[in-house]
């Protein structure tokens, strides 16, 4: 087949910065404004950071320090304020810095940017590797060895601020108000929005800003804030900076010791992105090692040909994974990945898949069947989509690897037999003892709904198997479509079969070969492969409707269980969403919000079942909490 995709343009997208440059200077055109002076660092320093004396407070910093910014632009106060943490603060401190932007600047116009500034400004380097899609929602990114967290919002600022009132319970403790000036911009500069930053901020709480605008000394007074205008001459008269003089509320306990059930990705993720918080981790697992024996996994995102929270959920997870499996050091050469059409994602669907994220970034790219046959090195009859960030994972190294931190013990030989939570902790029954922790978290794959209070979830185990070929002349990258082919540790394999019941390994292998072999032809015209060696076996935990289950547990009436979390359910695309998964369980513990925004998190919130249990009962595995179960085999 020789179809081109062609992408339209979608309605209802981000609208990007439209920018012309003065030299090294970016300039709105949307709003006839600077994003900085020529002396942008120099500025940054005498308008955000001296007024709230950010350096001091960096030097006394003790675990995570939060700055709040209106206007992420082109990154300048992000990079300099990081910059000035990783030179004050003590090693044990981590920044998070919370950023809201209505109209992101286009990946090659960051690049421009960052290359102008990242020999001064280092931070440009490590952001421009993982420079953040144009989707609209959260995006986070870990810099720095982990030591500074972005989470910017694209999209409205009181729509992201709003967001995460009520989930950020760790109070912002310097704001930098820099929305372009409330002449240009009026919308942003507002009443109620004062109100939001108020509600994320304590008594200790500072803020500055550019324009000394009456109205916006005004509004912040309002609001709580002790505002006094800082002497900027000679470059202007006056910027603000104030302190805020309300109260916080109450947050609640973050978490000292948890427990994780389970040690195959989703466990291994949730157990470091939790100790990288500064939190105790024990992690249980019934088997001896690491329990991830595939001998080959993809990296991928299927897209959906839509912009709903779904669709957007799954590009967010992949985007993310993939600069978490960057830091880990742990991925298969080569890099990147070919999706071509199948029975379950045909052209069509590939190309509206296209249209809805071309304009987004070069994540993603539609390529014609000749571009496609150059990537693969090797003729290909089709087009389809390539994901230049898509790669095989050694899952093995990668769990080994995620599990090796001073805060995590890991538990090999295992069994968890049940959870008792009261109001003060999570007591753990094993064979050896029972474990008492803060918070429990069931990362135990379809095994989790064995506990009596996740066994409303509707989760069955799905096996699956690879086999090793061998191929005359294979591609240079991996190419997933009816199945897929990636490289295994000396050569070629192709996958997975889905078996809702376990085949015999014979079984599985011919319909592995046949399908591919089906495939194979049509997409190169080469003879059908033969069987290269032994297969490799394991299984995915599925839920009813595909979808990741990650947060709470809930009763029967749909009030949350304390102190119990879920991630589990990835299916066949864990790679892309377990680790966006454990970043989320990990927030929450910490006091922070997950990123995502409330209407995603509800579509992989477990909720979902006891909504659903109301209307038409129990399927796909969930039993009543008073069935009998067996022992949960972690």
Same mark, same amino acid.
């Given at each position: 087949?020789?179809?081109?995709?062609?992408?339209?343009?979608?309605?209802?997208?981000?609208?990007?910065?439209?920018?012309?440059?003065?030299?090294?200077?970016?300039?709105?055109?949307?709003?006839?404004?600077?994003?900085?002076? =020529?002396?942008?660092?120099?500025?940054?320093?005498?308008?955000?950071?001296?007024?709230?004396?950010?350096?001091?407070?960096?030097? %006394?910093?003790?675990?995570?320090?939060?700055?709040?910014?209106?206007?992420?632009?082109?990154?300048?106060?992000? /990079?300099?304020?990081?910059?000035?943490? *990783?030179?004050?603060?003590?090693?044990? %401190?981590?920044? #998070?810095?919370?950023?809201?932007?209505?109209?992101? &600047?286009?990946?090659?116009?960051?690049?421009?940017?960052?290359?102008?500034?990242?020999?001064?400004?280092?931070?440009?380097?490590?952001?421009?590797?993982?420079?953040?899609? @144009?989707?609209?929602?959260?995006?986070?990114?870990?810099?720095?060895?982990?030591?500074?967290?972005?989470?910017?919002?694209?999209?409205?600022?009181?729509?992201?601020?709003?967001?995460?009132?009520?989930?950020?319970?760790?109070?912002?403790?310097?704001?930098?108000?820099?929305?372009?000036?409330?002449?240009?911009?009026?919308?942003?500069?507002?009443?109620?929005?004062?109100?939001?930053?108020?509600?994320?901020?304590?008594?200790?709480?500072?803020?500055?800003?550019?324009?000394?605008?009456?109205?916006?000394?005004?509004?912040?007074?309002?609001?709580?804030?002790?505002?006094?205008?800082?002497?900027?001459? =000679?470059?202007? $008269? #006056?910027?603000?900076?104030?302190?805020?003089?309300?109260?916080?509320?109450?947050?609640?306990?973050?978490?000292?010791?948890?427990?994780?059930?389970?040690? !195959?990705?989703?466990? +291994?993720?949730?157990?470091?992105?939790?100790?990288? $918080?500064?939190?105790?981790?024990?992690?249980?697992?019934?088997?001896?090692?690491?329990?991830?024996?595939?001998?080959?996994?993809?990296? #991928?995102?299927?897209?959906?040909?839509?912009?709903?929270?779904?669709?957007?959920?799954?590009?967010?997870?992949?985007?993310?994974?993939?600069?978490?499996?960057?830091?880990?050091?742990?991925?298969?050469?080569?890099?990147? @990945? *070919?999706?071509?059409?199948?029975?379950?994602?045909?052209?069509?669907? *590939?190309?509206?898949?296209?249209?809805?994220?071309?304009?987004?970034?070069?994540?993603?790219? +539609?390529?014609?069947?000749?571009?496609?046959?150059?990537? +693969?090195?090797?003729?290909?009859?089709?087009? !389809?989509?390539?994901?230049?960030?898509?790669?095989?994972?050694? &899952?093995? %190294?990668?769990?080994?690897?995620?599990?090796?931190?001073?805060?995590?013990?890991?538990?090999? !030989?295992?069994?968890?037999?049940?959870?008792?939570?009261?109001?003060?902790?999570?007591?753990?029954?094993?064979?050896?003892?029972?474990?008492?922790?803060?918070?429990?978290?069931?990362?135990?794959?379809?095994?989790?709904?064995?506990?009596?209070?996740?066994?409303?979830?509707?989760?069955?185990?799905?096996?699956?198997?690879?086999?090793?070929?061998?191929?005359?002349?294979?591609? /240079?990258?991996?190419?997933?479509?009816?199945?897929?082919?990636?490289? *295994?540790?000396?050569?070629?394999?192709? !996958?997975?079969?889905?078996?809702?019941?376990?085949?015999?390994?014979?079984?599985?292998?011919?319909?592995?070969?046949?399908?591919?072999?089906?495939?194979?032809?049509?997409?190169?015209?080469?003879?059908?492969?033969?069987?290269?060696?032994?297969?490799?076996?394991?299984?995915?935990?599925?839920?009813?409707?595909?979808?990741?289950?990650?947060?709470?547990?809930?009763?029967?009436?749909?009030? $949350?269980?304390?102190?119990? @979390?879920?991630?589990?359910?990835?299916?066949?695309?864990?790679? +892309?969403?377990? =680790?966006?998964?454990?970043?989320?369980?990990?927030?929450?513990?910490?006091?922070?919000?997950?990123?995502?925004?409330?209407?995603?998190? %509800?579509?992989?919130?477990?909720?979902?079942?006891?909504?659903?249990?109301?209307?038409?009962?129990?399927?796909?595995?969930?039993? #009543?909490?008073?069935?009998?179960?067996?022992?949960?085999?972690?």
């Amino acid at each position: 087949m020789t179809d081109v995709i062609t992408p339209t343009e979608p309605p209802g997208r981000l609208i990007p910065a439209q920018l012309h440059w003065h030299g090294d200077q970016p300039v709105s055109r949307q709003f006839g404004d600077i994003y900085h002076a =020529p002396d942008g660092a120099a500025e940054v320093e005498r308008v955000f950071i001296a007024p709230q004396h950010l350096a001091a407070r960096f030097n %006394a910093a003790r675990g995570v320090f939060t700055v709040g910014e209106l206007g992420f632009g082109s990154a300048l106060n992000f /990079a300099v304020v990081g910059q000035r943490f *990783l030179d004050h603060a003590p090693a044990g %401190a981590r920044l #998070h810095f919370i950023s809201v932007e209505k109209h992101p &600047l286009r990946p090659d116009d960051f690049a421009r940017a960052a290359a102008n500034r990242r020999t001064q400004l280092p931070l440009y380097g490590d952001l421009l590797r993982h420079y953040p899609p @144009l989707l609209a929602g959260w995006h986070r990114r870990h810099l720095a060895g982990g030591r500074i967290c972005l989470s910017v919002f694209f999209g409205d600022a009181q729509t992201g601020l709003d967001d995460i009132v009520g989930r950020q319970h760790v109070g912002v403790l310097a704001w930098l108000l820099d929305g372009f000036a409330p002449a240009q911009n009026p919308q942003l500069w507002s009443d109620a929005l004062w109100q939001r930053i108020a509600r994320l901020s304590g008594p200790a709480t500072t803020v500055a800003t550019f324009t000394a605008a009456g109205a916006v000394r005004r509004g912040l007074g309002a609001a709580g804030f002790s505002m006094r205008k800082v002497d900027q001459r =000679p470059h202007k $008269r #006056h910027s603000l900076a104030g302190t805020y003089g309300g109260t916080a509320a109450a947050a609640p306990a973050r978490a000292r010791a948890v427990v994780v059930v389970g040690a !195959g990705l989703a466990g +291994a993720a949730t157990a470091r992105q939790i100790a990288e $918080r500064g939190i105790a981790v024990t992690v249980l697992d019934r088997a001896t090692e690491p329990p991830n024996r595939m001998a080959a996994t993809v990296l #991928h995102c299927r897209l959906l040909p839509n912009t709903g929270a779904a669709g957007a959920l799954r590009c967010a997870s992949f985007n993310y994974a993939t600069a978490w499996y960057d830091d880990r050091h742990t991925q298969r050469l080569p890099r990147g @990945l *070919l999706q071509l059409p199948s029975p379950g994602m045909n052209l069509l669907r *590939l190309t509206q898949a296209a249209a809805v994220y071309a304009h987004t970034g070069s994540w993603v790219r +539609a390529v014609d069947a000749h571009t496609a046959s150059a990537l +693969a090195g090797r003729r290909l009859n089709s087009s !389809g989509l390539f994901f230049p960030h898509g790669r095989c994972i050694d &899952l093995e %190294a990668l769990c080994r690897d995620a599990l090796q931190h001073p805060l995590i013990e890991y538990r090999t !030989g295992v069994t968890a037999r049940a959870a008792t939570i009261n109001a003060d902790s999570v007591r753990i029954a094993t064979r050896n003892g029972v474990l008492e922790a803060d918070h429990i978290v069931l990362c135990a794959a379809a095994a989790t709904n064995s506990f009596t209070q996740a066994r409303y979830l509707e989760l069955v185990d799905v096996a699956g198997q690879i086999d090793p070929i061998e191929l005359t002349r294979p591609p /240079a990258i991996p190419i997933l479509g009816d199945g897929f082919l990636a490289p *295994l540790a000396g050569g070629w394999g192709v !996958g997975a079969t889905y078996e809702h019941q376990p085949w015999p390994p014979q079984q599985a292998t011919a319909a592995n070969l046949q399908r591919f072999a089906r495939w194979w032809r049509g997409l190169t015209g080469d003879d059908t492969p033969r069987s290269a060696g032994a297969p490799s076996r394991g299984s995915r935990a599925v839920a009813s409707d595909r979808r990741p289950i990650v947060g709470g547990a809930y009763d029967i009436d749909g009030q $949350r269980l304390p102190r119990l @979390l879920l991630n589990t359910g990835h299916g066949s695309q864990g790679t +892309a969403s377990a =680790p966006f998964a454990a970043e989320c369980i990990a927030s929450e513990l910490a006091g922070e919000f997950a990123p995502a925004t409330r209407t995603e998190l %509800a579509t992989i919130s477990s909720l979902r079942f006891r909504l659903r249990q109301a209307r038409r009962g129990l399927r796909h595995g969930a039993r #009543h909490e008073h069935e009998d179960a067996s022992e949960t085999p972690v």
